[in-house]
């Protein structure tokens, strides 16, 4: 119980960080001329949204799938998002129509040798991993293909939002390999063991409305003309998480993800460490004088 202890305070310090400057871009998200070169692009939402980030896959020839630039500049991205302390919530979603991620780059994949696909994969599985740890909370939007590592980083989020046109799908036993990057750990805590073999054995597509009928995402929606209803919702869900205290939402979050880890009696363990470093905040008061007054209340994340 030590280690889980200490990696509990670990965690849980992850909501102190420099700030950052931002750009700041209206509630499309979609990229200006000088970005669309780039294919990742974080941009941070301003006025009633501010404390919403949006991360843009950008990588239209190749239906960005994962290759070695792209994984270079999502660690780049990942790393200054993990140090805005002014970021509340993060929409991870595609700037290229009718697909999310459609997973490794093949013919990238093609050209290496057995020790390279290896690292390879070993940086896609950390990225993931990269993902799921952020402090606040990620939502993936999903308005198109998520396939392979595609699903895999949508597994990584919090929460998934998904069109009813979406394809996705855990497809690598159709290539002869196995999800390489957390698919075969996470899916089976989202979605149950028995399903998630069924799927990855199979690999067999779902759509929108089949994901959620297995609780594979937590709201489906029908596609716009414009082609981004999922991002839509996933805007509208962080808008609700938004005005709610920025402390106590990341350490909901680290209670709940490493609660999920161990047993219902270390887990209480964990949710009473995490209660601890809430008692003294100045934003816990505050939420206790809004209530009294029936005012809403202004949090500052201190």
């Known amino acids: 119980m030590v280690s889980l202890v200490a990696s509990v305070r670990a965690t849980s310090s992850l909501y102190h960080f420099c700030a950052c400057t931002a750009r700041t871009l209206t509630t499309s998200a979609m990229p200006s001329p000088k970005d669309e070169a780039k294919e990742v692009i974080v941009s941070y939402l301003d006025g009633k949204d501010n ?7 950008n990588r239209p020839a190749a239906r960005n799938s994962f290759g070695k630039t792209l994984i270079s500049q999502l660690n780049e991205a990942l790393t200054s998002i993990r140090q805005n302390n002014k970021l509340r919530v993060l929409i991870v979603r595609s700037l ?7 997973g490794a780059d093949l013919r990238e994949r093609f050209k290496m040798d057995n020790s390279e696909v290896l690292r390879f994969v070993s940086s896609l599985r950390e990225l993931m991993t990269d993902v799921e740890t952020l402090p606040t909370p990620v939502i993936s939007a999903i308005d198109g293909t998520a396939l392979g590592g595609g699903l895999e980083l949508a597994l990584a989020s919090d929460i998934r939002v998904a069109s009813s046109e979406a394809k996705m799908g855990l497809v690598e036993t159709k290539l002869a390999i196995i999800p390489g990057a957390g698919g075969t750990q996470r899916l089976p805590r989202i979605i149950g063991v028995a399903k998630a073999k069924e ?3 199979t690999a067999r597509i779902l759509d929108g409305e089949q994901a959620l009928q297995i609780g594979l995402v937590n709201e489906v929606v029908s596609q716009n003309k414009i082609g981004d209803a999922a991002y839509q919702m996933a805007l509208s869900i962080a808008r609700e ?5 920025p402390i106590g939402v990341r350490l909901a979050k680290v209670a709940i993800s490493k609660g999920m880890e161990v047993s219902q009696e270390d887990g209480m363990e964990i949710e009473e460490q995490c209660y601890s470093k809430i008692v003294n905040t100045k934003d816990r008061i505050e939420g206790l004088a809004a209530f009294a007054a029936k005012r809403v209340p202004i949090y500052q994340g201190a």
Do not use: M
Not at 96 to 102: E, L, N, R, T
């Open 241 to 245: 998480i938004l005005p709610n205290g």
């Open 51 to 57: 404390g919403i980030a949006v991360l843009g896959l």
């Open 96 to 102: 290229v129509p009718k697909v999310f991620c459609a």
């Open 199 to 201: 799927l990855i054995y």
